[in-house]
């Protein structure tokens, strides 16, 4: 049985256009609705 590690280190944090907000926020909405 193997095992193995992942970590992962926050970079940076970025504004994103309008236009891209919107669209995480609908995908984020729906993924939370079908729950």
């Not at 669209?23 to 609705?33: D, E, G, I, P």
Request: net charge negative; charged share 25%; aromatic share 6%.
């Amino acid at each position: 049985q193997g095992k193995g590690e992942f970590t992962m280190e926050y970079m940076e944090h970025n504004t994103v256009s309008q236009d891209v907000q919107m669209q995480l926020v609908n995908a984020h909405k729906a993924t939370k609705s079908t729950d």
